[in-house]
């Protein structure tokens, strides 16, 4: 069975202080790591695909890596726009399917 | 705009009661899927369709029916609501076996009580 865990639940940042988001994940053969922004009362938005270890993405002060295991997103010189909940989800070889972690929630403090 | 389309947004029922969530999505995608987000549950997969005039049961399908009504539209029926299925409802949709991933609705916020 597919399983992904996000770390922290919740992270609270000053502007400007930056950090990392945390995604372990265990899948029979990863086809794709996907990574999703959700503000509240709103569905999530597609950020990043990262599909070998190795692999980095970046989307203005985000960048997402991916290993073996696990998958971080690295956050530079937050603002409060990027105030959101965070999710990550995966995919298995031969399947459409994406299982979702609970997400991390961001909040950053002007 | 492109993209998926959910309704209603909001939706009390009483148990017992019955309803449709209706969505449409206009980017010629193959796959559609219904999830549910609950606080500390995370998004799980309630029903899913590969294509039209196939749907399969995700992780939580009890109690929920869905219609693969072509390949633009996928609703989802709750044919007697239980508190239990108090939650939002996302809809999503996928081309090119979701290498892109999904792109989601807004969601419906549903309470029963």
């Known amino acids: 069975e597919d399983q992904v865990t996000q770390s922290p639940e919740a992270l609270r940042l000053q502007e400007g202080e930056s950090s990392s988001l945390n995604c372990s994940y265990t899948?029979?053969?990863?086809?794709?790591l996907f990574w999703y922004r959700q503000d509240p009362g709103k569905g999530p938005e597609f950020l990043f695909t990262?599909?070998?270890a190795g692999e980095e993405k970046e989307k203005e002060r985000l960048k997402a890596t991916l290993t073996k295991k696990e998958s971080f997103l690295h956050i530079t010189a937050p603002k409060p726009e990027d105030s959101a909940t965070y999710l990550c989800?995966?995919?298995?070889?031969?399947?459409?399917?994406?299982?979702f972690g609970t997400g991390t929630r961001l909040t950053i403090i002007p | 705009n492109a993209g998926v389309t959910q309704t209603p947004k909001f939706q009390v029922l009483k148990t017992g009661q019955s309803m449709t969530l209706q969505c449409a999505q206009d980017?010629?995608?193959?796959?559609m899927y219904w999830y549910r987000q609950d606080p500390g549950m995370g998004l799980r997969l309630i029903y899913y369709?590969?294509?039209?005039?196939?749907?399969d049961k995700g992780e939580v399908p009890n109690g929920y029916n869905v219609s693969r009504l072509n390949k633009r539209e996928f609703s989802l029926r709750l044919e007697s609501a239980a508190p239990s299925q108090t939650s939002v409802y996302f809809c999503?949709?996928?081309?090119?076996?979701?290498?892109?991933?999904?792109?989601f609705g807004s969601g419906t916020r549903l309470t029963v009580v």
């Open positions: 999503a949709s996928s081309g090119d076996r979701a290498r892109l991933g999904y792109t």
């Open positions: 899948v029979s053969g990863l086809r794709g």
């Open positions: 990262l599909y070998s």
């Open positions: 989800a995966v995919q298995a070889s031969g399947n459409e399917k994406l299982t």
């Open positions: 980017m010629n995608h193959n796959s």
């Open positions: 369709s590969a294509s039209e005039g196939t749907t």
